[in-house]
């Protein structure tokens, strides 16, 4: 079956712009997460959302990054005012249930280039 | 707050070679605990986990881990590796008590000589 999917798969931007990170989690899993992977960060952990609850923002590095999830499926996550250090891929997951054993699938990723 | 460490960054190996990376968490509550593969323009996937039950658990293409709950360590190991292994190998954690999310170890960049 189909898995994470993400768009675009590369973004370039210029210093200061918003953009727009889409994530298209696995049919049926209620969970859906965000992380990213930098050479100086390694893969660290963002956003989640579980169903319908609030979603855990422990995991924003600032008050320019922001999520949400549409509907319980499709998810955006949005960075205001874009920084050199923001430069990173962001990578999107989704699992079956929100227990923590349960496997994340991941997403290839968008790889997002500030310049 | 939960961390992972992995200790070994990169390492190069010849094929049948055995390897073991080593993973160590830092967490006092019950956790989960997970292997990663990236190969080579690829994404995540998942090798093993374990969270509860027989300590030694054993994943896809012939890899295994050891979950040592006194050594707070979750070693990878494969008796003979591919030039396929290739690939950059995570160490996560997870605990209900924590957040569902994963915490990831810095990674280790293995290469395997043909």
């Known amino acids: 079956g189909a898995g994470v999917s993400q768009s675009p798969s590369n973004k370039v931007t210029e210093k200061g712009k918003d953009v727009e990170l889409r994530c298209d989690p696995i049919s049926g899993h209620t969970a859906l997460y965000w992380y990213r992977q930098s050479l100086g960060q390694g893969l660290e952990f963002l956003i989640y959302?579980?169903?319908?609850?609030?979603?855990?923002k422990s995991g924003l590095p600032s008050d320019r990054f922001s999520a949400e999830r549409t509907g319980g499926s499709v998810s955006t996550l949005t960075i205001q005012r874009t920084q050199q250090e923001d430069s990173a891929v962001y990578l999107c997951?989704?699992?079956?249930?929100?227990?923590?054993?349960?496997?994340?699938?991941f997403g290839p990723g968008t790889r997002l280039t500030v310049l | 707050a939960q961390s992972v460490s992995q200790h070994n960054h990169h390492v190069i190996l010849s094929e049948a070679a055995s390897l073991e990376l080593g993973c160590n968490y830092s967490?006092?509550?019950?956790?989960?605990l997970f292997w990663y593969v990236q190969y080579p323009g690829q994404h995540l996937q998942l090798l093993l986990k374990?969270?509860?039950?027989?300590?030694l658990v054993k994943g896809i293409k012939g890899f295994e881990a050891e979950f040592i709950k006194s050594k707070f360590s979750f070693n990878l190991r494969k008796p003979s590796v591919q030039w396929s292994d290739t690939a950059e190998y995570f160490c996560a954690v997870s605990s209900n008590n924590a957040g569902n999310m994963l915490t990831f170890g810095g990674g280790t960049r293995l290469m395997v000589k043909p």
């Open positions: 374990y969270f509860s039950g027989d300590p």
């Open positions: 959302f579980q169903g319908n609850s609030a979603p855990d």
């Open positions: 997951a989704s699992s079956l249930r929100t227990a923590s054993y349960n496997e994340q699938f």
């Open positions: 967490y006092g509550g019950t956790v989960n």
